[in-house]
Nanobody, 116 residues
Framework: VQLQASGGGRVEAGEPLKLTCTASGILGATTLSWYRQAPGKQREFIAS???????DYRDSMKARFTVSRHNAKDTLDLQISNLKPEDTAVYYC????????????WGQGTLVTVSS
């Protein structure tokens, strides 16, 4: 399994941004998720989508973060609106399967820097 996150960069506060995670080699029943890790902080969950399309969000991120999965292309998009400086972080995607064969894979991350 390989995960490639893209779309990061330097953006101005208030602007929107879309990140894309492209997965290859995943099996059915794999949940794809977005996490982020800000400087000096722990990695935190943002949102996930199961292979069946069920979404889950961290409560504090429901207002500005929208996740969408495209099974035909094995991609997971993360749309962020009204970016804030505190959104500055490395954004990671994760692929997890809880039935045999069980696996968890992480992508390399994409850096988002929000300037005020």
């Amino acid at each position: 399994v390989q995960l490639q996150a893209s779309g990061g960069g330097r953006v101005e506060a208030g602007e929107p941004l879309k990140l894309t995670c492209t997965a290859s080699g995943i099996l059915g029943a794999t949940t794809l998720s977005w996490y982020r890790q800000a400087p000096g902080k722990q990695r935190e969950f943002i949102a996930s989508v199961t292979s069946g399309g069920t979404t889950d969000y961290r409560d504090s991120m429901k207002a500005r973060f929208t996740v969408s999965r495209h099974n035909a292309k094995d991609t997971l998009d993360l749309q962020i609106s009204n970016l804030k400086p505190e959104d500055t972080a490395v954004y990671y995607c994760k692929a997890q399967r809880r039935v045999t064969p069980v696996y968890t894979y992480w992508g390399q991350g994409t850096l988002v820097t929000v300037s005020s």
